[in-house]
């Protein structure tokens, strides 16, 4: 048993003059890392303003936030063996630094003040078994990162930002924590006194090694101020390298995770009503947040490997997005550490010479626009690859916000007029006809005329709920049989329920997240003014999409500064819903509802089809609604068999961000290859009898996919609408409606009837 006034001296061997020095480098190794991380943040200062408070609560966002990356919750997410390693480096890395504080404190504050310390028995002994254990946690966490990044050679690791820098991050990390052993295990040879210290087993065990192999007391003793300096001198390097380099995401990911914003994505930031308004013509048109989102990422390639347009063989990785910007940043430095030096403003995109740029000469970084067709920071066709699906951002395990900077760049892009001519086609006819297919504002309502009951006009009649049908469901044959599913289950629920008819027109969601700002402004304050008008409780939606803008951002939009511009036909000047007395639902939770009150009548064993479930995007990781569809579904009797795939992991069909309008080169389409997961990787196998979706463009999508994949004959798609009210059919609850769906289907396939007029 070790006496309880154990210690050990702290500079063994270590002269008077070689403490000095080391603590004169110390203080030079602190100041420069202090400056660094000044630096940083001084430029992230310097960025435009957030569009919403990122630091409200700042207390209540710092715990929040240390609850977060101390659990390591986000980096166990698809990947375990990441999670393992990371919580072992990070909590080896944090008790280590925390051993260190506790030293510096007892040698130069505490000691001097009182003569005395308090790092000897009891506590000494205890601090001693946990260095050595959270220091082979680190060690083994490390190593676990070399095995992955060099062994297994894990894809998602290498890149084009891949450098030097991350292996000297990684190996840096792994000496400091080998060389703290070796050191450790030198000193207890060269110490006697030391030789049962049994609480320090690594270093112990490590001892026992080396004087097998020969090292005596005498030539530890002489080699130890060797091994000291070489592991003092690599850690105080370390220390001052973090703000310059990849060690920096340890401060500036934690920074990033406090300041994160919940409803990102889900929500878009604002464009002010400022004529002067850029949105990406220079880093001046940044927030400092989406400063801050490039330097907190680490490169490690999670929203790359879930990137359904990456996947797909589009020009999309989101992380090299993040990283040009990041990249781009840098090159016109004054200062590498801020980034830029707030004088040194690059000229904005017209402010470019004639073609320096697009002749590929003389271009530098200073003459380069950030987003363009050719020879911009950012390549226009990434843009249009992305499908606002958010799976990089649920994927990102330090809360980058992806999105809201890929939502800039199409604002510039649209403001430039640089965009697909498929979407300049399709903003034309919202923009004539308020509906993405071009059609007659009049024939809105069509769709109703084979149903066999009148459905209210919600500007005339009182209602509990005022439907919004959504441009697919309107006027997409397909998705017009799920609109009158829909209805047929409303009404046979005995709902009280009504539609705009003509005065419905286009949500906007998917034209703001393209880039069309304006025009989606135009579409919101019609509706609000339109909603204003009607008599309602809940606003119930058909498509996702509709849903999470109605939900999420019409609320946040400020209609005052746009109210008085003749450009804008609405004269609405307030906020609307801002007191979320409204509710908007989609409908998958509203029937739940109506199911769980019993009010559709299914007693659950109707059905006995074998199905998998598509989560969608907007409805799933844009609003957290994965529960309702799925009861839904067991409503019915079916057998529900999960995909690989499925929830926050799900992904996406292709269709969001402007993907339902424009033709992409791939390898494989995103719906083609949900399909064939649904077949080939769901535990029934080629089972599965119908894959039921949620949302009208999945149906389009998928629909879509069926015929390009060849997946016809394997698989029906279907709307959870159409399985239930099959239920119901089968159950004898509601008539057979197939036969007037056909009938509706023949006149619009011979020219007649009012779905040709569609």
């Given at each position: 048993m070790l006496p309880l006034q154990a210690t050990r001296e702290t500079f063994w061997t270590i002269s008077p003059t070689g403490k000095a020095v080391f603590y004169v480098l110390a203080t030079v190794a602190i100041l420069v890392l202090a400056y660094g991380v000044y630096a940083r943040f001084a430029r992230y200062a310097a960025g435009r303003e957030a569009s919403v408070d990122r630091l409200s609560d700042l207390p209540g966002r710092i715990v929040a936030a240390t609850r977060i990356v101390a659990t390591n919750r986000k980096q166990f997410d698809r990947d375990r063996y990441a999670g393992v390693m990371h919580t072992f480096v990070l909590w080896g890395f944090l008790v280590l630094l925390m051993a260190t504080t506790i030293l510096f404190i007892d040698m130069d504050l505490y000691?001097?003040?009182?003569?005395?310390?308090?790092?000897?028995?009891?506590?000494?002994?205890?601090?001693?078994?946990?260095?050595?254990?959270?220091?082979?946690?680190?060690?083994?966490?490390?190593?676990?990162?070399?095995?992955?990044?060099?062994?297994?050679?894990?894809?998602?690791?290498?890149?084009?930002?891949?450098?030097?820098?991350?292996?000297?991050?990684?190996?840096?990390?792994?000496?400091?924590?080998?060389?703290?052993?070796?050191?450790?295990?030198?000193?207890?040879?060269?110490?006697?006194?030391?030789?049962?210290?049994?609480?320090?087993?690594?270093?112990?065990?490590?001892?026992?090694?080396?004087?097998?192999?020969?090292?005596?007391?005498?030539?530890?003793?002489?080699?130890?101020?060797?091994?000291?300096?070489?592991?003092?001198?690599?850690?105080?390097?370390?220390?001052?390298?973090?703000?310059?380099?990849?060690?920096?995401?340890?401060?500036?990911?934690?920074?990033?995770?406090?300041?994160?914003?919940?409803?990102?994505?889900?929500?878009?930031?604002?464009?002010?009503?400022?004529?002067?308004?850029t949105s990406a013509e220079s880093l001046d048109d940044f927030t400092w947040k989406e400063l801050l989102d490039q330097d907190a990422c680490t490169k490690c390639g999670r929203c790359s490997s879930v990137c359904p347009a990456n996947a797909s063989g589009r020009n999309l990785d989101p992380r090299d997005v993040i990283l040009d910007l990041k990249a781009y940043r840098e090159s016109v430095a004054d200062d590498p550490v801020i980034g830029r030096s707030p004088d040194a403003v690059p000229p904005r995109a017209d402010e470019l010479d004639d073609g320096a740029v697009a002749d590929g000469g003389s271009a530098t970084a200073e003459t380069v626009p950030i987003v363009a067709e050719e020879g911009g920071v950012i390549a226009a066709e990434s843009m249009e690859s992305c499908m606002a699906c958010m799976a990089c951002m649920d994927a990102c395990p330090v809360d980058i916000e992806h999105l809201t900077s890929f939502t800039r760049l199409n604002r510039q892009l649209t403001d430039e007029g640089a965009l697909d001519p498929n979407l300049q086609d399709v903003f034309q006819d919202v923009m004539s006809t308020g509906n993405t297919f071009g059609d007659s504002p009049d024939a809105r309502g069509d769709w109703a005329d084979e149903l066999e009951f009148e459905i209210d006009d919600a500007r005339e009649t009182e209602v509990e709920y005022l439907w919004y049908v959504g441009d697919y469901p309107s006027y997409d044959d397909r998705n017009k049989k799920v609109a009158r599913a829909l209805a047929r289950l409303f009404e046979h629920a005995d709902v009280e329920f009504g539609i705009l008819f003509d005065d419905e027109k286009y949500d906007g969601n998917d034209v703001r997240r393209i880039g069309e700002e304006f025009l989606y402004l135009e579409l919101a304050g019609h509706h609000v003014e339109t909603f204003e008008e009607c008599e309602f409780e809940t606003i119930v939606c058909t498509d996702p999409h509709s849903y999470n803008t109605m939900k999420n951002e019409y609320p946040e939009l400020d209609f005052e500064e746009f109210a008085d511009d003749p450009m804008m036909p609405f004269e609405y000047d307030e906020r609307w819903n801002a007191d979320g007395e409204i509710d908007v639902k989609h409908w998958t939770q509203v029937v739940e509802e109506l199911v769980t009150d019993g009010r559709l009548g299914l007693s659950g064993d109707e059905l006995d089809y074998t199905v998998t479930y598509h989560d969608p995007c907007h409805l799933g990781r844009y609003n957290d609604e994965y529960e309702a569809p799925r009861e839904l579904i067991r409503a019915t009797g079916a057998d529900l068999r999960e995909m690989p795939r499925s929830r926050s992991d799900s992904f996406c069909c292709g269709g969001g961000g402007g993907g339902l309008w424009m033709e992409h080169d791939e390898e494989t389409k995103p719906s083609e290859e949900r399909l064939r997961e649904a077949l080939e990787d769901t535990d029934a196998g080629a089972a599965v009898e119908k894959f039921v979706v949620a949302c009208p463009m999945c149906t389009t999508m998928f629909e879509d996919g069926r015929k390009t994949g060849n997946f016809e004959d394997d698989i029906e798609v279907v709307d959870v609408a159409e399985l239930l009210l099959e239920a119901l059919e089968t159950a004898g609850k509601l008539p057979d409606a197939s036969a007037s769906e056909v009938a509706a289907d023949d006149e619009a396939a011979d020219g007649s009837g009012p779905a040709a007029a569609d």
């Open positions: 000691g001097p003040l009182t003569g005395n310390s308090f790092w000897t028995g009891e506590f000494y002994l205890a601090y001693q078994f946990v260095v050595d254990a959270f220091g082979l946690l680190f060690v083994v966490g490390v190593g676990m990162a070399l095995w992955r990044r060099y062994w297994t050679h894990n894809a998602r690791l290498w890149g084009k930002h891949t450098s030097l820098e991350d292996d000297a991050f990684v190996w840096s990390l792994f000496l400091l924590g080998i060389g703290g052993f070796i050191a450790e295990a030198v000193a207890i040879i060269g110490q006697p006194d030391r030789a049962t210290e049994s609480v320090s087993f690594i270093g112990l065990t490590m001892a026992t090694g080396l004087e097998a192999a020969g090292l005596t007391p005498e030539l530890a003793a002489a080699i130890y101020p060797i091994i000291w300096w070489q592991h003092a001198l690599l850690a105080l390097a370390f220390v001052a390298w973090i703000p310059y380099a990849k060690p920096f995401h340890m401060l500036s990911s934690f920074a990033n995770v406090v300041a994160r914003d919940e409803q990102a994505g889900a929500r878009l930031p604002n464009v002010p009503a400022d004529l002067d308004h």
